[in-house]
C-alpha cells in the first residue's frame, strides 16, 4: 500500500471531513513541493499566504532548530527569547506600540476587538461585505459569508456589514457608539477584491472625525506580500490596531495584533499559554529578515504576472493575483494541478495566487504559461 493511499484512508477514517483536497505533499523547496511519487509542482498556494520566504529557507529552518535544541516552551510568567525583539520588529514595521503576539490570524483579530471594546468602552463594529477576519465566535460575526457566519449566531459582538468601496455609507453608518472599523486593504478570501483608490484613506478619515478606531485585517495582506511591509502603506494610511498573521512565520503558526500609543492591555485583560513562545519568536524573526530581502523585487514579479495573464484581466495588488473564471475554477484549478502548477479557487470563481515571494521570473513564466493554457481550455 502506497503511503499517499494509506494517510488518504486514515485522513477520511478520523479526520472531521472538512476539507476537498486531493495530495498528499511531504517535501518543499523554494516554490516547489513535492508529492509521495516524487512529482514536483510549482506551488502558487503557498500554504495561503503563509510560505512568503518559500518552503523550509534554510534560514527559518536553522532558526527554528537552533531554538528547539535550547527552549522549546516556558511560559509568559517569564521573559521568553526573541519575544522582545520580535516586538521590536514589528512596532517598526507598523508604526505602532504595542504588540500582542498569537498563534494564528483568527487570534489576532480577537484580540483587537477586546482590545477595542475595552479601551473604547463601545460595543459596536462596522466590517464589510465579502470581508474575511476569522472563524472564531467574535472574529466570525465580523466575516461576512453568510453559509459560515449564519449557522453560528446569534453572536456578542455586534457587527454591521457595508458595501466594500462606499466612503459614502460608511459615513451614514457610523456613530459615535463604534468601537471600531474593521477592514482589509484587499479582500484576500474574496478573491483579491481591489478597494477603490482612496477608500482607505477615507476609511482612516472618517474614523479619526467619528473617533472609532480603524483596524486594518493585514493577515493575509501584510509582511511584504504587497511589496511594501503592509497593505496600508499603499495609500500611506496608518490604522489604530493591525492584524498579522500568515507570512510573518513562514508556517510555524504565529500571529500578532499590533495597537497604537493609547491602545495597550492591562494586566489580566488577556494572555494565552503558547502566545510568543520561543519557537515562534525564532521563526519570525528569522523570517522578517528574509522577507526584507525578498520585498524590493515583488512589484516586479507582480508585474510578470500582470502581464503572463494579461488577456484574462488580473486583480493584483504585490504577489496577490485574482482572476475571474467563473463556475468552472475548479476544473480550472484541476489543469494546473495535472500540468504541476497548484492554484486555489475562492468564493465568485476566482482563481487566487500567492506564491512563495522567492518565486524567480522563470517560475512565473511556466505557471503562467500553464494557468493561460487551462483557461482556454475550459472557454
Ligand atoms: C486567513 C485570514 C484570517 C484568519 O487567520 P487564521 O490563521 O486562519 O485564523 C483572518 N483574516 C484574513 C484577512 C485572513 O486572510
Known amino acids: 500500500m502506497s503511503d499517499s493511499f494509506e494517510s488518504q484512508r486514515l485522513t477520511e477514517r478520523y479526520i472531521t471531513p472538512l ?6 505533499l511531504v517535501a518543499g523547496k523554494g516554490c516547489t513541493v513535492w508529492d509521495t511519487e516524487g ?13 512568503s520566504t518559500g518552503h523550509c529557507h534554510p534560514a527559518v529552518v536553522a532558526a527554528i532548530q537552533n531554538q528547539a535544541s535550547r527552549l522549546i516552551h516556558c511560559s509568559n510568567n517569564f521573559f521568553i527569547p526573541g519575544q522582545g525583539q520580535l516586538g521590536e520588529r514589528l512596532a517598526s514595521i507598523t508604526g505602532l506600540s504595542h504588540v500582542f503576539l498569537t498563534n494564528s490570524g483568527t487570534e489576532a ?9 475595552v479601551r473604547t468602552g463601545k460595543k459596536q463594529f462596522i466590517a464589510f461585505e465579502d470581508g474575511f477576519h476569522g472563524r472564531t465566535s467574535g472574529s466570525l460575526a465580523c466575516t461576512y459569508k453568510p453559509q459560515i457566519r449564519e449557522p453560528f449566531g446569534p453572536f456578542a459582538t455586534d457587527c454591521t456589514f457595508l458595501p466594500y468601496g462606499d466612503a459614502e455609507e460608511l459615513n451614514k453608518a457610523i456613530s459615535d457608539t463604534t468601537a471600531a ?7 484576500g478570501e474574496a478573491g483579491v477584491l481591489l478597494p477603490p483608490p482612496g477608500f482607505l484613506a477615507e476609511v482612516r478619515e472618517i474614523c479619526t472625525d467619528t473617533g472609532a478606531l480603524m483596524m486594518a485585517d493585514e493577515i493575509q495582506t501584510g509582511m511584504g506580500r504587497t511589496g511594501t511591509w503592509l497593505a496600508c502603506e499603499h495609500e500611506g494610511v ?6 498579522l498573521a500568515k507570512g510573518i512565520g513562514s508556517g510555524f503558526p504565529v500571529g500578532a495584533m499590533v495597537a497604537g500609543k493609547d491602545l495597550a492591555f492591562a494586566p489580566g485583560e488577556h494572555g494565552g499559554t503558547y502566545n510568543g513562545g520561543p519557537l515562534a519568536c525564532a521563526a519570525a524573526l528569522a523570517s522578517i529578515d528574509v522577507i526584507e530581502s525578498l520585498m524590493p523585487f515583488v512589484r516586479e514579479k507582480e508585474a510578470l504576472f500582470a502581464k503572463g495573464l494579461s488577456e484574462f484581466h488580473p486583480r493584483t495588488r504585490g504577489l496577490m493575483i485574482g482572476i475571474t473564471v467563473g463556475d468552472r475554477c ?16 475562492t468564493g465568485h470563481g476566482i482563481i487566487r495566487m500567492l506564491p512563495p515571494l522567492v518565486i524567480t521570473k522563470e517560475e512565473i513564466s511556466f505557471a503562467t504559461s500553464v494557468i493561460s493554457e487551462a483557461i482556454h481550455e475550459i472557454r
Do not use: H, M, W
Open 330 to 345: 475548479p476544473e480550472v484549478r484541476d489543469r494546473c494541478q495535472k500540468e504541476g502548477v497548484l492554484v486555489n479557487c
Open 19 to 24: 476539507f476537498d483536497r486531493s495530495l498528499l
Open 39 to 51: 512529482r514536483s509542482y510549482l506551488d502558487l498556494v503557498g500554504g495561503i499566504a503563509v510560505c
Open 238 to 243: 496608518t490604522p489604530d490596531i493591525i492584524t
Open 109 to 117: 483579530t480577537e484580540a483587537a476587538l477586546k482590545l477595542a471594546r
Open 181 to 187: 472599523v474593521l477592514i482589509e486593504p484587499v479582500q
